[in-house]
């Protein structure tokens, strides 16, 4: 799934690569030509660390996306070495749906995206959610995103794992998401002392004490230099 640094689009390029994506998606899967734009997640500014974990996933908590988001893309910021210097990783999007329960949220994958090389850049990226496996639509009102520090397979087994490629801080940065009225700069963390996860569709993810397939690290949430961005398409 590896795809070259270069496929990486700058910041700079990043509108009229979301509306040449929106626009098309929105004609071949809906016959209409008219959308509504879609971003969720945080700010794509400098924070102070990176993580120095391997192969660990990372789920926005701070609000959902709107039923019917086509997403389309993943924006990200990476503009510091991580530990030793290194100065790539890897990203593979991920969707989940998420299910409150009286204790614990739970958060199942349910789409896997095309992996990419990623490189040091001062400059936001883009790379895009090419769908390899499962839904890249937001189908009910409990849809999020994340993405692992991994290239996998369509099994979502890692072939290659990396230290974090993506700006973050923790605790967690207050204020509202990029999504607006209701929504956080909240992530959640899978915790580096189990197995570098396999993200097949249908695995779990949940608070200490939760019974999935993979727990979170302990709060305090983080937060991550990341965003979705998709489209609704008009009806």
């Given amino acids: ?12 390029c990043m509108t009229g690569f979301s509306l040449t994506v929106f626009g098309s998606r929105a004609i071949a899967g809906d016959n209409t030509t008219t959308y509504t734009p879609v971003a969720e997640g945080s700010t794509l500014t400098h924070r102070p660390e990176i993580d120095s974990w391997y192969g660990q ?10 039923v019917g988001t086509n997403v389309n893309g993943f924006q990200y910021l ?34 896997i995206g095309e992996g990419f090389d990623v490189a040091l850049n001062s400059l936001a990226q883009s790379i895009p959610f090419n769908k390899v496996e ?31 490629a993506v700006d973050m801080v923790s605790p967690a940065n207050g204020g509202e998401g990029v999504g607006g009225a209701r929504t956080t700069n909240d992530w959640a963390a899978s915790d580096s002392q189990s197995p570098t996860p396999v993200v097949a569709l249908g695995t779990t993810f949940g608070a200490p004490g939760a019974n999935t397939d993979y727990i979170f690290f302990a709060p305090p949430y983080r937060t991550y230099s990341a965003r979705a961005i998709g489209a609704v398409p008009a009806q």
């Fill in 1 to 12: 799934m590896s795809v070259n640094l270069r496929a990486a689009i700058a910041l700079g």
């Fill in 57 to 66: 996933v990372y789920i926005y908590v701070g609000g959902s996306l709107p």
């Fill in 78 to 111: 990476f503009d510091m070495a991580q530990q030793g210097g290194t100065t790539t990783g890897y990203i593979t999007p991920l969707l989940f749906e998420f299910k409150p329960g009286e204790a614990y949220t739970i958060f199942t994958v349910v789409g």
């Fill in 134 to 164: 499962g839904t890249s639509v937001a189908t009910g009102p409990n849809f999020t995103f994340g993405f692992i520090n991994a290239l996998v397979d369509s099994n979502g087994a890692p072939t290659a794992t990396s230290l974090g």
